[in-house]
């Protein structure tokens, strides 16, 4: 329902190609890709964050590279690689996922705060005043 799954960041030891995929578990998921018979690659961890509609995230973070897609035949996932040597690979896909994130954790914190605040029987507006003095 709500596809929580890791959403992670690869990068090939060597070069600037990057994999970008969703997994339920990221280690798992690094060991399939790289033990792939007819290629073999090492890979790197750049960042792997559980999200919720990850799915999402990673179709949005595909079209947003399309131009850098470097296809590897042969590699579980082949179609799941992007060259990007113009592109601040490090920060630049770690800030991309980290914003989804934050944007995820912000809104988890308000669904929490409009669910205690309802069981406790307050609006919002006796809240802020609460907390405002």
């Not at 919720?52 to 082949?78: P, T």
Request: hydrophobic share 45%.
């Amino acid at each position: 329902m709500f596809d929580y799954r890791y959403v992670y960041v690869f990068k090939v030891r060597g070069k600037q190609l990057y994999k970008i995929g969703i997994s339920k578990d990221w280690r798992i998921r690094r060991y399939q890709v790289e033990d792939t018979k007819k290629m073999r690659i090492r890979l790197r961890l750049l960042i792997a964050l559980p999200l919720f509609f990850a799915g999402r995230v990673e179709k949005k973070l595909h079209r947003k590279f399309v131009k850098q897609r470097k296809k590897l035949r042969g590699v579980s996932g082949g179609t799941e690689f992007f060259e990007l040597n113009g592109y601040d690979g490090k920060i630049g896909l770690r800030g991309e996922l980290l914003k989804y994130f934050t944007i995820q954790l912000v809104l988890i914190i308000l669904l929490f705060m409009t669910i205690g605040l309802s069981l406790i029987d307050l609006n919002w507006g006796d809240y802020i005043n609460a907390i405002l003095g």
